[in-house]
């Protein structure tokens, strides 16, 4: 009938389908990913090897010899050294990040996801230039921090993640949000693995600066995919004023405006449950390369690269687990399965003293990273659809708390048992594990809906 409204499901599915037509967010978060991925292993090598050669050690870096030097002082003081410093630059990134990411996530909600999609890829763009001039110029190292505060003052990775997430949830349905996040999260994953690949072969054959250049040279086209490709995805964008504390209110709003309790209550326990993952994801993602750089392990930059790139393999993995998965579990059941995985897994890292043990802990990864885009897609439905940028940012500074508390753990605690157990670390991250899986349960128990909403789903 002329002059018929259409109906409120066919106007989402052409708004789905302009969005989609006109560029989604997963190439942006792939590419930007596969920069950043590239250049932190090869960061972590370049601080080793500058440390060792400002402190004389010329140790070697093949298995067969490296297992002398398990006793060296100078070979002990590289690594908490490298291990110090990379501590320095999670926690100047995340004192800064802690303002920036919550302020423009919320912002984002009015004006917009594109602009803090250029903002962040135009960090994150600084970041990699910085690298360059230490590596190519010498510079004192203490640049790579300067690089980390110029890219969180412009949102990070961290609020490229919360503009990615914060889209996907613009544009999906209640249904099939779980396997949005994580196929978000598979992009992130599988660009980790090529850019692990990639990174530990092109070090080997032309040194440090080659693959920081082609760092720069697709976060310039990040950039550019995120001011001329992007659909935007906020239905009716608004102007808003940048600096001002009414972001801050709203993201502190989500979790003690008036409202069920119940609520409320989930909302800062699913809050803790991603911390306490996310927390045990970063701390042994930090100290990895230094647990296969030194004795026993003394990997090369090849079976690096290998290693680094089975860390990314998860993310793919996870995301087919979860979609088969999903039709015979619950997601809460699905969400338990990936903990008990990484469970596993973080005990056999504690033990590896040889090269196939340590893949085989790589291999117990496979569903590990189911948990994240459970939790994820539950947080999204307790809010409304407007609240989906300041909520991503809440969670996004809840991951920029995670890494910081991951590097101050797990970065001060690994040169401290160096000397009566080196996989210390893993076994902690294995009991805090414990934590999410007990409180997922328990809310799943606590409520008599397994996909509690304090929101009705959008249509």
Request: with cysteine.
């Amino acid at each position: 009938m002329e002059g018929r409204a259409s109906p409120p499901g066919a106007s989402r599915a052409r708004y789905v389908a302009t969005v989609l037509c006109r560029g989604p967010v997963e190439p942006l978060i792939f590419l930007a990913n596969f920069a950043l991925i590239l250049q932190g292993p090869l960061t972590t090598q370049y601080l080793w090897h500058r440390f060792s050669a400002d402190l004389g050690y010329n140790g070697t870096r093949d298995r067969g010899s490296c297992g002398n030097h398990s006793a060296n002082p100078t070979m002990q003081e590289v690594e908490t050294l490298t291990s110090h410093w990379t501590l320095y630059m999670n926690v100047s990134g995340f004192l800064v990040g802690l303002f920036s990411s919550t302020l423009l996530g919320a912002w984002s909600d009015c004006v917009g996801r594109r602009r803090l999609l250029v903002l962040a890829s135009f960090g994150l763009l600084l970041q990699a230039l910085v690298s360059i001039f230490v590596v190519q110029l010498q510079l004192h190292v203490g640049y790579f921090v300067l690089g980390r505060i110029l890219c969180a003052l412009l949102g990070d990775f961290s609020g490229l993640l919360a503009a990615g997430f914060a889209s996907v949830a613009d544009v999906s349905s209640s249904r099939s949000r779980a396997i949005r996040m994580a196929l978000l999260e598979a992009c992130i994953g599988v660009a980790g693995m090529l850019a692990s690949l990639l990174g530990g072969h092109w070090l080997r054959a032309q040194g440090y600066a080659n693959p920081f250049w082609l760092a720069l040279a697709l976060l310039i086209a990040v950039t550019l995919y995120a001011a001329f490709c992007f659909g935007e995805t906020v239905k009716e964008p608004t102007h808003a004023r940048l600096f001002t504390f009414r972001h801050h209110r709203s993201i502190v709003q989500l979790y003690v405006a008036p409202a069920a309790e119940k609520s409320r209550k989930h909302l800062a326990l699913y809050s803790l449950a991603i911390f306490v993952v996310v927390t045990v994801h970063f701390g042994a993602q930090d100290i990895f390369t230094l647990y296969e750089l030194s004795t026993p392990l003394c990997w090369d930059s090849k079976l690096i690269g290998y290693g680094s790139a089975a860390q990314y393999l998860p993310y793919l993995t996870s995301l087919l687990g979860l979609q088969l998965l999903q039709y015979h579990l619950a997601d809460t059941w699905v969400a338990e399965i990936g903990l008990a995985f990484n469970i596993l897994g973080m005990v056999v890292f504690a033990f590896a003293t040889i090269t196939p043990l340590m893949f085989t802990g790589y291999g117990l990864l496979f569903l590990s990273l189911v948990t994240t885009p459970v939790i994820r897609a539950k947080l999204s439905k307790m809010v409304l659809q407007s609240e989906q940028g300041a909520l991503f940012s809440a969670v996004a500074c809840v991951n920029a708390l995670a890494m910081l508390t991951a590097s101050g753990i797990f970065n001060s605690l690994y040169p401290a048992t160096l000397n009566f157990m080196k996989g210390f670390p893993f076994l902690l991250g294995a009991g805090l594990l414990f934590i999410p899986a007990i409180l997922i349960g328990m809310l799943e128990k606590a409520n008599s809906q397994p996909e509690f909403q304090r929101f009705p789903p959008s249509p």
